[in-house]
């Protein structure tokens, strides 16, 4: 298994561009989350999914937009890219356990500079 | 505004130490507690977590002691290894859900 694939790796845009971070996951998980990583501040939720169709905004969604059409694929939307968007993306997934515990999978991240 | 506050922000310790992270939050909805480890270059992986209804957990080296009247959470990680050097999270989240909050982190880095 992959778990949860990111791509790109790194991205470099000019203040003003868009682009879409993608995200895939294969081990059939209904959340999905979208978390940037500043230094300093810890994670901080952008936008998450409990399903396809379904999409909620997390604690900073502004700037970004995201869609969920399969189970597999979450992409991130940022339009009008701004100083302020340079982070680290991370993507992950999870499942219930049944537990009552949660276990995030993240993927590696996608490094973004906005300059 | 931080909701789980975390520290020390950095700490140094020897092989074969003890390695302690405090964390404290303000929401009292919270009811799960994970901590996270983030190796550079890598996604966070879960490390441990502690529901309120528990004092400790121990999981190998690594133990979460919980205070919900203080509230307040922390990590010890036994018998420290340099392969334990990594930014570690603690986190919380309201009824077991994957929406977490997490602190800022603590760069833990083990000496030979």
């Known amino acids: 298994n992959a778990g949860v694939t990111q791509t790109p790796k790194f991205r470099i845009l000019k203040i003003g561009q868009s682009m879409t971070l993608q995200c895939a996951q294969d081990?059939?998980?209904?959340?999905m989350y979208w978390y940037r990583q500043d230094p300093g501040m810890g994670l901080k939720l952008i936008y998450y999914s409990v399903g396809a169709g379904i999409t909620d905004k997390g604690e900073v969604p502004n700037g970004y937009n995201v869609s969920r059409s399969t189970t597999e694929d979450f992409p991130l939307r940022l339009e009008l890219a701004a100083p302020s968007q340079t982070s680290v993306y991370f993507c992950?997934?999870?499942?219930?356990?049944?537990?009552?515990?949660?276990?995030?999978?993240f993927g590696s991240g996608t490094q973004l500079s906005v300059l | 505004q931080q909701q789980v506050k975390q520290s020390p922000q950095s700490l140094i310790v020897q092989k074969g130490g003890i390695s302690i992270i405090n964390c404290a939050y303000e929401n009292t909805a919270f009811d799960y507690f994970p901590w996270y480890q983030q190796f550079p270059g890598k996604g966070p992986a879960l490390l441990i977590a502690i529901r309120p209804d528990v004092s400790e957990k121990k999981e190998g080296r690594f133990t979460i002691s919980f205070n919900k009247s203080a509230k307040q959470f922390s990590l010890h990680i036994m018998d420290s290894q340099p392969g334990d050097s990594a930014t570690y999270f603690c986190a919380a989240s309201y009824s077991s859900w994957g929406k977490l909050q997490f602190g800022a982190g603590t760069q833990v880095v083990v000496t030979p």
């Open positions: 992950a997934s999870s499942h219930e356990t049944g537990t009552g515990e949660v276990k995030l999978f």
């Open positions: 081990m059939n998980h209904n959340y």
